[in-house]
T-cell receptor, first 112, second 113 residues
Framework: GNSVTQMEGPVTLSEEAFLTINCTYT??????LFWYVQYPGEGLQLLLK?????DKGSNKGFEATYRKETTSFHLEKGSVQVSDSAVYFC???????????FGKGTRLSVIA | EAEVAQSPRYKITEKSQAVAFWCDPI?????LYWYRQILGQGPELLVQ????????DSQLPKDRFSAERLKGVDSTLKIQPAELGDSAMYLC???????????FGSGTQLSVL
């Protein structure tokens, strides 16, 4: 079946450090890939997405590239801020109304 | 900005009791989802509605869980009887365009004692 594997957290970084959160997936065909973010006390929000191989999703300084050859969708940011502290979830789905499948989440803490 | 509303925010109950959660999706969103998130895990879909119809409830434990969306707007998720293993965050989400972008509520944190 479809599944998503994320690097385990927590990840603690200093402000302005480079961030990478690894995500790999197992799925048939060509799923769409997503990163959702959950800030403390809030619901999950879509951060970015990519719907086909080699697509790059980007938002708020975050980027992730859909790599079909390595079945990966790693999240990156060049310079993190304290306000980026949150839990990040990688997810996938196939087209139409197939359910989103989430990874376990990676908690990021950024310290000043 | 419109939000998905959920209540209550927290619920503590004893095992074997009945509990109910309510969700009001963003106006105009035809698709509504209930997810369960166990601590340290990602959300897992319990049930998906398209308007008032159930699209997917394959992961819903139907012996104790039920969900309804009678008028195709707000929705209620019920557990009867609650068990210790039901302790989790219950998340409601809605979407306008299927699974391409979901909007989540803040969730109901359930503790079963």
């Amino acid at each position: 079946g479809n599944s998503v594997t994320q690097m385990e957290g927590p990840v603690t970084l200093s402000e302005e450090a480079f961030l990478t959160i690894n995500c790999t997936y197992t799925a048939t065909g060509y799923p769409s890939l997503f990163w959702y973010v959950q800030y403390p006390g809030e619901g999950l929000q879509l951060l970015l997405k990519a719907t086909k191989a080699d697509d790059k999703g980007s938002n708020k300084g975050f980027e992730a590239t859909y790599r079909k050859e390595t079945t990966s969708f790693h999240l990156e940011k060049g310079s993190v801020q304290v306000s980026d502290s949150a839990v990040y979830f990688c997810a996938l789905c196939h087209s139409g109304n197939t359910p989103l499948v989430f990874g376990k989440g990676t908690r990021l803490s950024v310290i000043a | 900005e419109a939000e998905v509303a959920q209540s209550p925010r927290y619920k503590i109950t004893e095992k074997s009791q009945a509990v109910a959660f309510w969700c009001d999706p963003i106006s105009g969103h035809a698709t509504l989802y209930w997810y369960r998130q166990i601590l340290g895990q990602g959300p897992e879909l319990l049930v998906q509605f398209q308007d008032e119809s159930v699209v997917d409830d394959s992961q819903l434990p139907k012996d104790r869980f039920s969900a309804e969306r009678l008028k195709g707007v707000d929705s209620t998720l019920k557990i009867q009887p609650a068990e210790l293993g039901d302790s989790a965050m219950y998340l409601c989400a809605s979407s306008l365009t299927g699974n391409e972008k979901l909007f989540f509520g803040s969730g109901t944190q359930l503790s079963v004692l």
